[in-house]
């Protein structure tokens, strides 16, 4: 880990044990962390060194951020930005990083393991089956930060592709009345509500598209949870011509019936 240095590093989905390699050294290594305290499960600081700076940014804005993180970075520390999930989906890193590059501050990204990824594992499901899906969009209902016209949820929903919405739970029946639109998913595609993937506190809800919305209310969940749709949740599907006896590949001989 370089002194003078800002490194963002995904801290997984909640987890502690699904933080990287490459980010628990960084953590354990760090002079000044700050950490998106509303969102990073905050036991991933017991790795921080006992003398290290460490800022909850839950209260801070964006230029609050950066007055830690550039002056700390140009006096020789080793500094550490620590994300929720992978901070390149919905991380807001972006403008941090263009604040750093006009600081003349140098900068590293560590990927972390996304929450999508996380809630996936959690239902036991797979986002691309043969024969039913293979394409996942990532996307978030419009409120507060609109989206473009182009990504309205009816117009992604048409596709019929494995749907993730992120940060959408309080808005879950905007989000099904739109997505209804779209002509593809009815009423009845299977859905899924995963409250704090990979967390000790994780909920589970399975659940249809048309029983979406009532089902987060009745559990009080409105933030901190992924909505997942599609038929990748059924039942239905094609095994992998990967791994069919009669599939010849670069590395084996397919087996002829």
Same mark, same amino acid.
């Given at each position: ?9 995904? /801290? ?9 390699l ?7 290594? /760090? ?5 998106? $305290?509303?969102?990073? =499960? ?12 460490? +800022?909850?940014?839950?209260?801070? @804005?964006? =230029? ?7 002056p700390?970075?140009?006096a020789?520390?080793r500094?550490?930005?620590? +994300?929720? #999930? @992978?901070?390149?989906?919905?991380? &807001? +890193?972006?403008e941090?990083? @263009?604040?750093?590059? &006009? ?20 239902? $036991? ?17 419009? #409120?507060?930060t ?6 309205r ?15 959408s739970?309080?808005?879950?029946? %905007?989000?099904? %009345? ?10 009845e ?26 089902d ?7 933030k ?14 094609? =095994? ?13 001989? $397919?087996?002829?019936?």
């Amino acid at each position: 880990m370089e002194a003078g240095k800002v490194y963002f590093v995904g /801290a997984g989905p909640g987890a502690e044990d699904l933080l990287t390699l490459r980010g628990a050294a960084l953590l354990e290594e /760090a002079d000044v962390v700050v950490y998106a $305290g509303s969102l990073v =499960n905050a036991a991933l600081l017991k790795r921080c060194k006992p003398e290290a700076e460490i +800022h909850d940014s839950a209260r801070l @804005d964006l =230029n609050e951020v950066l007055d830690i993180l550039i002056p700390a970075a140009k006096a020789g520390k080793r500094v550490v930005r620590l +994300h929720t #999930g @992978d901070p390149s989906v919905y991380g &807001a +890193h972006r403008e941090q990083m @263009d604040a750093l590059k &006009a600081a003349a501050v140098p900068f590293e990204v560590c990927p972390g393991v996304s929450s999508f990824f996380g809630a996936a594992a959690s239902l $036991g499901a797979e986002y691309t089956l043969p024969g039913v899906s293979q394409t996942v969009i990532l996307t978030r209902a419009a #409120g507060r930060t609109p989206v473009p016209e182009k990504e309205r949820l009816s117009a992604l929903a048409a596709h019929g592709a494995s749907l993730v919405l992120f940060l959408s739970a309080g808005r879950a029946a %905007e989000a099904v %009345e739109e997505l209804l639109r779209g002509g593809y998913y009815t009423t009845e595609t299977p859905a899924a509500i995963v409250y704090k993937a990979t967390w000790p506190d994780e909920r589970i809800l399975r659940t249809t598209l048309g029983e979406l919305a009532k089902d987060a209310e009745a559990a009080g969940i409105t933030k901190t949870a992924l909505l997942l749709i599609g038929d990748f949740l059924g039942a239905e599907y094609e =095994n992998s011509k990967l791994y069919d006896p009669s599939f010849t590949t670069e590395f084996r001989e $397919g087996k002829q019936a």
